[in-house]
Nanobody, 125 residues
């Protein structure tokens, strides 16, 4: 049973940085990817970025490119989302997610099957 547990959310001011963690367990992730998504109040969930376990390749959505970065620690089975220059519009619940199987890179949004419980990030102006 795959389990994903996010942590690190909180209240910060615009321009601050925050690092989220996603601890994964339940399988060997090998050549799989791990994604980060977010859902702002009243909005649909959106893709933020993804990392591939095997080589650390990353992919980001345009709105966070250059501000957010994703890394992974294979030994700890943990993925990180480093968020810099935060803006009020980054306020959302952030989720990590994993596909059921090794598929395309980056995975299509509908390939993600396992989800964490989410962690709230609030950016004040």
């Amino acid at each position: 049973q795959v389990q994903l547990v996010e942590s690190g959310g909180g209240l910060v001011q615009a321009g601050d940085s925050l690092r989220l963690s996603c601890a994964a367990s339940g399988r060997t992730f090998g050549n799989y990817a791990m994604g980060w998504f977010r859902q702002a109040p009243g909005k649909v969930r959106e893709f933020v970025g993804a990392v591939r376990w095997i080589d650390g390749s990353t992919y980001y959505t345009g709105s966070v490119q250059g501000r957010f970065s994703i890394s992974r620690d294979n030994a700890k089975n943990t993925v990180y989302l480093q968020m810099n220059s935060l803006k009020p519009e980054d306020t959302a619940v952030y989720y990590c997610a994993a596909p059921r199987s090794h598929g395309s890179w980056p995975p299509d949004d509908d390939e993600y099957h396992y989800w964490g419980q989410g962690t709230l990030v609030t950016v004040s102006s």
